[in-house]
Protein backbone atom coordinates (compact mmCIF):
# COMPACT_ATOMS: atom_id res chain seq x y z
CA UNK A 1 0.00 0.00 0.00
CA UNK A 2 2.89 2.82 0.72
CA UNK A 3 4.38 1.75 -2.48
CA UNK A 4 1.21 2.78 -4.11
CA UNK A 5 0.50 5.09 -2.35
CA UNK A 6 3.79 7.22 -3.27
CA UNK A 7 3.70 5.93 -7.52
CA UNK A 8 0.11 8.07 -7.12
CA UNK A 9 2.28 11.04 -5.13
CA UNK A 10 4.42 11.04 -8.22
CA UNK A 11 2.34 10.79 -10.53
CA UNK A 12 0.43 13.97 -9.45
CA UNK A 13 3.67 16.10 -9.17
CA UNK A 14 4.16 15.00 -12.81
CA UNK A 15 1.14 15.62 -14.03
CA UNK A 16 1.45 19.35 -11.66
CA UNK A 17 4.63 19.53 -13.63
CA UNK A 18 2.71 19.15 -17.50
CA UNK A 19 -0.04 21.38 -16.26
CA UNK A 20 2.06 24.12 -15.28
CA UNK A 21 4.22 24.09 -18.28
CA UNK A 22 0.80 24.09 -20.25
CA UNK A 23 -0.27 27.64 -18.74
CA UNK A 24 3.18 29.41 -18.92
CA UNK A 25 2.80 28.29 -22.58
CA UNK A 26 -0.55 29.96 -22.59
CA UNK A 27 0.66 33.26 -20.32
CA UNK A 28 2.96 33.93 -22.69
CA UNK A 29 0.64 33.91 -25.57
CA UNK A 30 -1.52 36.36 -23.70
CA UNK A 31 1.43 38.46 -23.19
CA UNK A 32 2.33 39.02 -26.61
CA UNK A 33 -1.09 39.69 -27.31
CA UNK A 34 -1.11 42.01 -24.64
CA UNK A 35 1.73 43.76 -25.55
CA UNK A 36 0.29 44.25 -29.26
CA UNK A 37 -2.83 46.00 -27.03
CA UNK A 38 -1.14 48.41 -24.63
CA UNK A 39 0.09 50.44 -27.71
CA UNK A 40 -3.18 51.74 -27.83
CA UNK A 41 -5.30 51.37 -25.08
CA UNK A 42 -4.65 51.28 -21.20
CA UNK A 43 -3.59 48.10 -19.27
CA UNK A 44 -7.07 48.55 -17.24
CA UNK A 45 -9.01 48.55 -20.08
CA UNK A 46 -7.49 45.59 -21.19
CA UNK A 47 -7.73 43.65 -17.41
CA UNK A 48 -11.17 44.88 -17.52
CA UNK A 49 -12.13 43.25 -20.84
CA UNK A 50 -10.37 39.80 -19.96
CA UNK A 51 -11.84 40.03 -16.12
CA UNK A 52 -15.75 40.39 -18.05
CA UNK A 53 -14.61 37.43 -20.34
CA UNK A 54 -13.51 34.35 -18.03
CA UNK A 55 -16.36 35.43 -15.64
CA UNK A 56 -18.92 35.14 -18.60
CA UNK A 57 -17.65 31.81 -19.30
CA UNK A 58 -17.41 30.55 -15.77
CA UNK A 59 -20.87 31.77 -15.31
CA UNK A 60 -21.84 29.41 -18.33
CA UNK A 61 -19.98 26.48 -17.26
CA UNK A 62 -20.91 26.38 -13.45
CA UNK A 63 -24.27 28.36 -13.62
CA UNK A 64 -25.84 29.45 -10.29
CA UNK A 65 -24.15 26.61 -8.26
CA UNK A 66 -20.76 28.08 -9.16
CA UNK A 67 -21.99 31.60 -8.11
CA UNK A 68 -23.53 30.31 -4.67
CA UNK A 69 -20.44 28.07 -4.23
CA UNK A 70 -17.71 30.93 -4.79
CA UNK A 71 -20.22 33.27 -2.41
CA UNK A 72 -20.23 30.88 0.80
CA UNK A 73 -16.31 29.74 -0.32
CA UNK A 74 -13.87 30.04 2.87
CA UNK A 75 -11.18 31.36 0.84
CA UNK A 76 -13.12 34.84 -0.20
CA UNK A 77 -10.72 37.19 1.93
CA UNK A 78 -7.53 35.16 1.41
CA UNK A 79 -8.03 36.05 -2.41
CA UNK A 80 -8.50 38.79 -1.70
CA UNK A 81 -5.60 39.28 -0.68
CA UNK A 82 -3.68 37.64 -3.68
CA UNK A 83 -5.48 39.05 -6.18
CA UNK A 84 -4.00 42.24 -4.80
CA UNK A 85 -0.81 40.91 -4.69
CA UNK A 86 -1.50 40.02 -8.45
CA UNK A 87 -3.10 43.24 -9.40
CA UNK A 88 0.08 45.27 -8.90
CA UNK A 89 2.38 42.58 -10.52
CA UNK A 90 0.16 42.98 -13.26
CA UNK A 91 0.51 46.69 -13.52
CA UNK A 92 4.29 46.77 -12.96
CA UNK A 93 4.58 44.38 -15.66
CA UNK A 94 2.04 45.50 -18.62
CA UNK A 95 2.98 49.48 -18.12
CA UNK A 96 6.88 48.30 -18.36
CA UNK A 97 5.91 45.94 -21.93
CA UNK A 98 5.28 49.63 -23.92
CA UNK A 99 9.17 50.18 -23.19
CA UNK A 100 10.63 46.44 -23.65
CA UNK A 101 10.88 43.88 -26.45
CA UNK A 102 8.69 40.73 -24.87
CA UNK A 103 12.29 39.10 -25.00
CA UNK A 104 13.88 41.51 -22.24
CA UNK A 105 10.08 41.81 -20.24
CA UNK A 106 10.47 37.92 -20.14
CA UNK A 107 13.96 38.00 -19.42
CA UNK A 108 14.22 40.12 -16.47
CA UNK A 109 10.71 38.90 -14.75
CA UNK A 110 12.56 35.69 -14.25
CA UNK A 111 13.90 36.35 -10.54
CA UNK A 112 9.98 35.12 -9.93
CA UNK A 113 11.33 31.89 -9.59
CA UNK A 114 14.32 32.33 -7.27
CA UNK A 115 11.63 34.40 -5.46
CA UNK A 116 8.99 31.67 -5.02
CA UNK A 117 11.41 28.89 -4.11
CA UNK A 118 12.59 31.27 -1.24
CA UNK A 119 9.46 32.06 0.36
CA UNK A 120 7.92 28.83 -0.36
CA UNK A 121 10.67 27.53 2.34
CA UNK A 122 9.75 30.96 4.71
CA UNK A 123 5.82 30.75 3.85
CA UNK A 124 5.05 27.34 3.61
CA UNK A 125 7.26 25.50 5.25
CA UNK A 126 8.39 23.29 2.40
CA UNK A 127 11.63 21.47 2.15
CA UNK A 128 13.73 22.21 -0.94
CA UNK A 129 16.28 19.84 -2.11
CA UNK A 130 19.83 21.04 -3.10
CA UNK A 131 18.64 19.52 -6.83
CA UNK A 132 15.59 21.58 -6.54
CA UNK A 133 17.83 24.59 -5.70
CA UNK A 134 19.98 23.53 -8.54
CA UNK A 135 17.31 23.63 -10.88
CA UNK A 136 16.24 27.20 -10.07
CA UNK A 137 19.93 28.84 -10.53
CA UNK A 138 20.97 26.87 -13.61
CA UNK A 139 17.28 27.78 -15.23
CA UNK A 140 18.42 31.85 -13.66
CA UNK A 141 22.07 31.28 -14.68
CA UNK A 142 20.33 30.18 -18.73
CA UNK A 143 18.59 33.57 -18.48
CA UNK A 144 21.49 35.42 -17.56
CA UNK A 145 23.07 33.92 -20.85
CA UNK A 146 19.96 34.62 -23.22
CA UNK A 147 19.68 38.27 -22.56
CA UNK A 148 22.38 39.99 -19.72
CA UNK A 149 19.61 41.81 -18.70
CA UNK A 150 22.62 43.66 -16.77
CA UNK A 151 22.84 45.38 -20.27
CA UNK A 152 19.65 47.39 -19.68
CA UNK A 153 20.61 49.52 -16.62
CA UNK A 154 18.30 50.44 -13.94
CA UNK A 155 15.72 52.02 -16.25
CA UNK A 156 12.08 52.70 -14.74
CA UNK A 157 10.70 49.59 -17.12
CA UNK A 158 13.34 47.59 -15.54
CA UNK A 159 12.16 48.48 -11.80
CA UNK A 160 8.99 48.00 -13.15
CA UNK A 161 9.50 44.55 -13.91
CA UNK A 162 11.70 43.80 -10.98
CA UNK A 163 8.78 44.69 -8.70
CA UNK A 164 6.17 42.78 -10.61
CA UNK A 165 8.55 39.72 -10.09
CA UNK A 166 8.35 40.28 -6.77
CA UNK A 167 4.85 40.72 -6.37
CA UNK A 168 4.09 37.68 -8.33
CA UNK A 169 6.27 35.82 -6.41
CA UNK A 170 4.77 36.60 -3.28
CA UNK A 171 1.10 36.02 -5.18
CA UNK A 172 2.28 32.18 -6.44
CA UNK A 173 3.11 31.26 -2.90
CA UNK A 174 -0.29 32.67 -1.68
CA UNK A 175 -2.09 30.37 -4.51
CA UNK A 176 -0.34 27.59 -3.27
CA UNK A 177 -1.98 28.21 0.50
CA UNK A 178 -5.36 28.66 -1.38
CA UNK A 179 -5.61 26.31 -4.20
CA UNK A 180 -5.53 22.98 -1.56
CA UNK A 181 -8.86 25.11 0.22
CA UNK A 182 -11.24 25.09 -2.74
CA UNK A 183 -12.05 24.06 -6.43
CA UNK A 184 -10.48 25.88 -9.47
CA UNK A 185 -13.55 27.10 -10.78
CA UNK A 186 -14.26 29.10 -7.64
CA UNK A 187 -10.48 30.44 -7.31
CA UNK A 188 -11.21 31.76 -10.93
CA UNK A 189 -14.41 33.70 -10.74
CA UNK A 190 -12.97 35.14 -7.31
CA UNK A 191 -9.63 35.81 -8.78
CA UNK A 192 -11.48 37.66 -11.54
CA UNK A 193 -14.53 39.14 -9.64
CA UNK A 194 -11.39 40.96 -7.74
CA UNK A 195 -9.39 42.34 -10.90
CA UNK A 196 -13.16 43.37 -12.43
CA UNK A 197 -13.78 45.27 -9.38
CA UNK A 198 -10.47 47.11 -8.97
CA UNK A 199 -10.23 47.59 -12.96
CA UNK A 200 -13.43 49.38 -13.63
CA UNK A 201 -13.62 52.64 -12.63
CA UNK A 202 -10.20 53.18 -13.74
CA UNK A 203 -10.86 51.61 -16.84
CA UNK A 204 -13.92 53.90 -17.81
CA UNK A 205 -12.42 57.36 -17.01
CA UNK A 206 -9.32 56.40 -19.18
CA UNK A 207 -11.65 54.55 -21.67
CA UNK A 208 -9.75 54.83 -25.33
CA UNK A 209 -12.19 53.71 -28.69
CA UNK A 210 -11.15 50.31 -29.54
CA UNK A 211 -11.45 48.45 -33.42
CA UNK A 212 -12.67 45.06 -34.40
CA UNK A 213 -9.22 43.77 -34.46
CA UNK A 214 -8.19 44.94 -30.99
CA UNK A 215 -11.33 43.43 -29.87
CA UNK A 216 -10.26 40.32 -30.97
CA UNK A 217 -7.03 40.37 -29.49
CA UNK A 218 -8.97 41.11 -26.32
CA UNK A 219 -11.08 38.00 -26.53
CA UNK A 220 -8.10 36.14 -27.32
CA UNK A 221 -6.64 37.74 -23.92
CA UNK A 222 -9.98 36.88 -21.91
CA UNK A 223 -9.57 33.17 -23.38
CA UNK A 224 -5.38 32.55 -23.01
CA UNK A 225 -6.05 34.00 -19.81
CA UNK A 226 -8.70 31.91 -18.29
CA UNK A 227 -7.67 28.54 -19.29
CA UNK A 228 -3.87 29.23 -18.81
CA UNK A 229 -5.23 30.45 -14.66
CA UNK A 230 -7.52 27.07 -14.69
CA UNK A 231 -4.23 24.67 -15.72
CA UNK A 232 -2.09 26.93 -13.27
CA UNK A 233 -4.35 26.18 -10.40
CA UNK A 234 -4.98 22.60 -11.01
CA UNK A 235 -0.74 21.90 -11.12
CA UNK A 236 -0.99 24.06 -8.04
CA UNK A 237 -2.70 21.61 -6.05
CA UNK A 238 -0.60 18.60 -7.30
CA UNK A 239 2.96 19.56 -7.21
CA UNK A 240 4.48 22.08 -4.40
CA UNK A 241 5.68 25.77 -5.49
CA UNK A 242 9.29 24.67 -5.35
CA UNK A 243 8.82 21.88 -8.00
CA UNK A 244 6.78 23.75 -10.25
CA UNK A 245 8.54 27.22 -9.77
CA UNK A 246 11.97 26.00 -12.45
CA UNK A 247 8.87 25.63 -14.82
CA UNK A 248 8.39 29.18 -15.52
CA UNK A 249 11.40 29.48 -17.17
CA UNK A 250 9.90 27.77 -20.12
CA UNK A 251 7.98 31.25 -20.80
CA UNK A 252 11.54 32.87 -22.26
CA UNK A 253 11.56 30.21 -24.37
CA UNK A 254 7.86 30.67 -25.98
CA UNK A 255 8.64 34.93 -25.77
CA UNK A 256 11.34 34.30 -27.73
CA UNK A 257 9.37 32.16 -30.41
CA UNK A 258 6.81 34.74 -30.72
CA UNK A 259 9.11 37.62 -30.40
CA UNK A 260 10.11 36.59 -33.91
CA UNK A 261 6.95 35.43 -35.50
CA UNK A 262 5.30 38.89 -34.61
CA UNK A 263 7.98 41.57 -34.48
CA UNK A 264 10.53 39.50 -36.81
CA UNK A 265 13.03 39.92 -33.42
CA UNK A 266 15.81 37.77 -34.22
CA UNK A 267 17.33 35.81 -31.22
CA UNK A 268 20.87 36.06 -30.28
CA UNK A 269 23.42 33.14 -30.30
CA UNK A 270 23.19 33.34 -26.99
CA UNK A 271 19.74 32.84 -26.45
CA UNK A 272 20.06 29.21 -27.54
CA UNK A 273 22.84 28.48 -25.20
CA UNK A 274 20.43 30.04 -22.16
CA UNK A 275 17.34 28.09 -23.65
CA UNK A 276 19.24 24.89 -23.46
CA UNK A 277 20.45 25.41 -19.71
CA UNK A 278 16.69 26.11 -18.83
CA UNK A 279 15.30 23.12 -20.31
CA UNK A 280 18.24 21.28 -18.68
CA UNK A 281 17.05 22.68 -15.25
CA UNK A 282 12.88 21.47 -16.51
CA UNK A 283 14.26 18.05 -17.49
CA UNK A 284 16.68 17.72 -14.17
CA UNK A 285 13.14 18.19 -12.19
CA UNK A 286 11.28 16.09 -14.34
CA UNK A 287 13.91 13.46 -14.52
CA UNK A 288 14.67 13.38 -10.82
CA UNK A 289 10.60 13.21 -9.72
CA UNK A 290 10.82 10.31 -12.66
CA UNK A 291 13.66 8.27 -11.10
CA UNK A 292 12.20 8.92 -7.80
CA UNK A 293 8.92 7.20 -9.10
CA UNK A 294 10.86 4.24 -10.26
CA UNK A 295 12.46 3.50 -6.61
Known amino acids: MADIAILETRERVLAGILLTGAAYL ?69 NAARYLQLAELTTIYYAAPIIVTVLSVVMLGEKVPMLRWLAVLIGFAGV ?21 ALLWGIAIVLLRKTAMAERTMVQLVLNNFYFLVFSAVPAVLLWQPIDWGQLLLLLSVGAL ?62 GNEHFRKRL
Open 26 to 94: LFSMQDASIKLLVAAITVWQIMFFRSVSILVACAAIGGRRLIADTARSPIVRPMFVRAAFTLAAWLCYY
Open 225 to 286: GGVAQYLLFEGMKRAPVSIVAPFEYTSLVWAFVLGFAIWGDVPRREVFFGAALIFAAGLLIV
Open 144 to 164: FVACDPARLGLSMPVLLVLAA
